[in-house]
């Protein structure tokens, strides 16, 4: 699990407001914890949002 989180990290797709985050050991406070997202471009947002059946390929980019 935490080697699948530092995947993430390092190829780009964890979002924190306006910053992209690669760096594993970036800590996250209280405070930013609620605008922790994923990259838009991220295909792993791609498959969470096709999951929840809101999935629209116009915000996607078809």
Partial sequence: MASAAVAFAEQGHILIDPDVVTDPAFLVTHI???FVTWVDS???KGHELEYN???DDFDLGA
């Fill in 53 to 55: 059946e809101e999935r």
């Fill in 32 to 34: 930013m914890e609620d």
């Fill in 42 to 44: 991220s295909k792993i």
